[in-house]
């Protein structure tokens, strides 16, 4: 439990852009419980879908 990020639900982080300065492909990481914890593919696909972005897409892109 100590790893996990903070929760998406019910206090949201403000500000998630520390949370994803990396590399990585922006759908990975916000799938990652280590980043931000409670996300599951149906909520990260839908936030991409809004933004329409890439799943591929690097997070530090965004």
Same mark, same amino acid.
């Given at each position: ?11 949201? $982080?403000?500000? *998630?852009?520390? #949370? /994803?300065?990396? $590399?990585?492909? *922006?759908?990975? #990481? /916000? ?32």
């Amino acid at each position: 439990m100590a790893k996990l990020g903070p929760e998406a639900w019910p206090d949201p $982080p403000e500000d *998630l852009r520390p #949370l /994803l300065k990396s $590399p990585r492909p *922006l759908h990975s #990481l /916000l799938r990652d419980q280590r980043t931000i914890a409670g996300i599951g593919r149906s909520w990260v696909d839908e936030v991409l879908g809004g933004r329409r972005a890439c799943r591929r897409s690097s997070a530090a892109t965004m």
